[in-house]
């Protein structure tokens, strides 16, 4: 969209001259609101890739970046600010229908387009002169709202500025801005954040009224160039094997952001599916869904680049090389089958990658998703929607991860008897009836009870092993995959996914058999539409307990059989029971016995030592991953020392840590470059079966159970709060954590090393952390999200 420049020196002058005496030309009328101190603006042009894409990625986008942006307003791209903003959520929890899809860069590629699709601007449109520019811009008046009322310099945020996540939009427009100023003057931006330094403010507002100038388009690395013609080739390669397989990998890694070897480490691509073939401009094909008809016969994969800032709560990386690549054609093209006929896209069929798949084997498929596990769970947990929550209200606070291995007979990883369960492992599709919730009843439940009793009839034939031996039923990653051992941490309303066994011994786990981690794929990511109607959100989130119940029975079935009642009601505090009455499940494998040579009186403990002796090789480098990025890190001894004082945190539990939020970022001046924590708050619950429980927390919280977890790295996409600790002051700190009591204990915390939204040194933290994150994690790190920052 071509927008207006002022040639000439004069227009620049002027320029300067009315954005100085602007703010007192085009304020509104009203007494409380004192004027502003002139800010000299720059004459010069104004850079948007160089000078104010940073500035919009540290103050604008930590709020503004995803799905999840109030007024659906994007500032993580150029294309975005120009399509404005819209009153209409994507995250509604009232909405009972579904909603148009409104998908930056696939659902509509012009401004006009978006304006027919009730978005409106926040930048000037008319390309008239400066002064004109800036009144017509909704962006800036709010920008200007902030400086003339600015938040106090201390304490909390005034009781006016909500926080809460599902708290009312007010969405101004130029028709309604004059009333927003006048009815929330407190509302300006950065909503309920600290102000922007007098460069930031001047160089955004010099260049919103130089027409808001500049393009997102990025030139492809020649290494990157290279590996898309090649990638491309192997996808539209014309045989029906191939099609096969391009559609499997597709729907897979339709979410991913692509980064290949050797190429930049923050160039990533989007893998779409397009109406031009390789060598023209692609066209992306927009459907709902990856596993939607795409409308026509001729389409082509293509690699496209992902052009909005990265953000950490919907980044997933997927590595593409010429090891992959070889990978591929020895995991899908080697193996000896055939392809008769190409399945088509029927919406219940296209759900089932059991039926639509099932020329391709199983162990291929399987040893697909084991080799990045990591990043397959990172889908079903942050997911491509930028919130988590559907699965996140169905599992608890910190769990360990482990798979079964592809090379054991067990019944899950034969061909003939997936086959057999194809129409039994359906997952429930997406469908425009609110009514078909039924249908987990009377449908898909049925098909999981019939699946489940025919595993259970071959448990019931498997025999017994003793506890060593039963460890080679646990995938070990071939001794050097990292991925064979993951800790999922939720932090309420968020979540992330850690490399290894991270913590202590955690209350559940699962293990996961192929079956189960392609439904969940499917159930959470192929097959789930953020913009779907009530029944298709709440039919996941049943079907999701099923899923995560099932892969807490696996790890069950490793334990003594008369632990196993006792274990899994202590898990669900009586809710288990509940749900039964709704969904009778086969139960005699519960008595039957599969592991013996237990020693302790504590089976389950055990059995976690057991796990991660059995793993004990892929620890290192799993903890190197989440710490530096890389498989080794270089030592850092002040560190380690640090870690010892900060792990008698990790000792307490219980009601002590009621007061501490979710996720915690600490940050000790060591005199040097600083160390960074994260402090982990692993909730405890009476149950986390979420359709049967009450919705208020409160109700299902078991604060005895509350632990904390240290991480020497920074954890998670969405901080809720930051402490300064000097390293002289680090054992009083600790020693305030542990003796907190209550509510004023907290606050006389925060107080002494709590930075809250309104201390003026909040943005020097914020922008430490975003560093270090992106230090710790140069291809994974993100712009992380402030939005759940607490007002404490």
């Not at 078909?436 to 489940?452: C, E, F, N």
């Not at 019931?460 to 003793?466: E, S």
Request: net charge neutral; proline share 7%.
């Amino acid at each position: 969209m071509a927008r207006h420049s002022l040639p000439r020196r004069a227009g620049l002058l002027f320029l300067t001259l009315s954005l100085t005496v602007g703010a007192y030309l085009i304020a509104p009328d009203t007494p409380s609101a004192p004027p502003p101190e002139p800010i000299p603006v720059s004459s010069e042009p104004v850079s948007y890739q160089q000078q104010v894409k940073p500035i919009l990625e540290r103050r604008c986008v930590v709020c503004h970046g995803c799905y999840d942006a109030p007024c659906q307003l994007k500032l993580s791209s150029l294309a975005g600010l120009r399509r404005g903003a819209s009153t209409q959520r994507i995250y509604d929890p009232t909405r009972l229908g579904s909603m148009t899809p409104t998908r930056l860069f696939i659902d509509a590629s012009t401004t006009a387009q978006w304006r027919q699709r009730g978005f409106f601007p926040v930048i000037d449109e008319t390309a008239g002169n400066p002064q004109a520019i800036l009144k017509n811009s909704v962006l800036y008046r709010l920008l200007r709202l902030k400086r003339q009322h600015p938040l106090p310099h201390n304490g909390r945020l005034p009781d006016d500025i909500t926080l809460s996540l599902n708290r009312a939009e007010s969405c101004p427009s130029n028709l309604t801005i004059d009333d927003f100023e006048r009815d929330t003057p407190l509302w300006g931006m950065p909503y309920g954040m600290p102000n922007l330094s007098d460069k930031e403010y001047r160089t955004l507002v010099s260049w919103l009224a130089q027409g808001a100038q500049g393009e997102d388009a990025f030139q492809p690395s020649a290494s990157a160039r290279r590996q898309i013609e090649t990638w491309e080739r192997f996808f539209n390669r014309p045989q029906a094997k191939q099609r096969l397989v391009s559609r499997y990998i597709y729907e897979h890694l339709f979410h991913a952001h692509i980064h290949f070897e050797g190429s930049p480490e923050r160039e990533f691509y989007r893998l779409i599916r397009s109406s031009t073939p390789p060598g023209v401009p692609a066209r992306e094909i927009a459907t709902e869904l990856p596993i939607d008809d795409p409308g026509r016969e001729d389409f082509y994969y293509r690699l496209v680049p992902y052009l909005p800032s990265i953000v950490a709560k919907n980044h997933i990386v997927y590595s593409l090389s010429d090891a992959r690549l070889r990978r591929y054609r020895e995991l899908f093209l080697e193996p000896d089958y055939t392809v008769d006929k190409l399945p088509g896209y029927e919406r219940n069929a296209a759900a089932n990658p059991f039926k639509t798949f099932a020329a391709i084997p199983a162990r291929s498929r399987y040893r697909f998703m084991l080799d990045d596990a990591y990043f397959f769970v990172q889908g079903f947990i942050k997911g491509p929607v930028c919130r988590g929550q559907i699965a996140l209200s169905v599992i608890e606070d910190r769990f360990w991860i482990f798979f079964f291995s592809p090379d054991q007979p067990i019944v899950t990883n034969d061909e003939d008897f997936l086959q057999q369960m194809a129409d039994a492992l359906q997952i429930p599709p997406q469908s425009e009836n609110n009514l078909d919730l039924l249908h987990i009843w009377t449908h898909y439940w049925q098909g999981q009870r019939r699946y489940m009793e025919k595993k259970q009839a071959w448990f019931k034939r498997i025999g017994t092993h003793d506890l060593h031996h039963a460890m080679n039923f646990i995938w070990d990653g071939e001794g050097h995959n990292p991925n064979a051992a993951l800790t999922v941490l939720r932090h309420f309303d968020s979540g992330s996914v850690a490399h290894g066994l991270v913590g202590e011994p955690p209350e559940t786990a699962w293990v996961i058999d192929f079956p189960l981690f392609e439904r969940i794929h499917y159930l959470l990511v192929a097959g789930f539409n953020v913009y779907g109607n009530l029944g298709h959100r709440l039919g996941t989130r049943i079907f999701m307990d099923f899923l995560r119940m099932e892969g807490e029975d696996y790890f069950l079935a490793f334990l003594p059989a008369n632990h196993r009642r006792a274990i899994r009601e202590r898990w669900y505090a009586g809710q288990r029971r509940a749900v039964e009455k709704l969904f009778a499940a086969p139960q005699a494998w519960l008595e039957k016995d599969a592991v013996l040579g237990y020693r302790s009186n504590d089976p389950q403990q055990e059995l976690y030592q057991q796990l991660q002796r059995h793993l004990t090789d892929l620890q290192a480098p799993a903890h190197a991953l989440n710490l530096c990025g890389r498989r080794q890190c270089p030592d850092e001894p002040t560190k380690l020392a640090v870690t010892r004082t900060l792990q008698k945190l990790a000792r307490l539990h219980g009601r002590a840590l009621q007061h501490l939020p979710d996720l915690t970022y600490l940050y000790i001046d060591d005199g040097a470059a600083g160390l960074s924590y994260s402090l982990v708050r692993d909730r405890g619950y009476k149950n986390v079966t979420s359709f049967l429980a009450d919705a208020d927390q409160t109700t299902r919280a078991d604060l005895s159970q509350d632990t904390l977890t240290v991480l020497p790295w920074l954890e998670g996409s969405y901080p809720n709060f930051f402490f300064r600790v000097e390293l002289a002051e680090l054992d009083e700190f600790v020693r305030h954590i542990s003796t907190i009591a209550d509510a004023a204990d907290y606050e006389a915390l925060v107080v002494r090393f709590g930075i809250r939204r309104t201390n003026p040194a909040f943005w020097a933290l914020a922008d430490h952390f975003q560093d270090k994150a992106l230090q710790q994690q140069p291809l994974h790190g993100g712009i992380l999200d402030l939005s759940r920052y607490h007002n404490h």
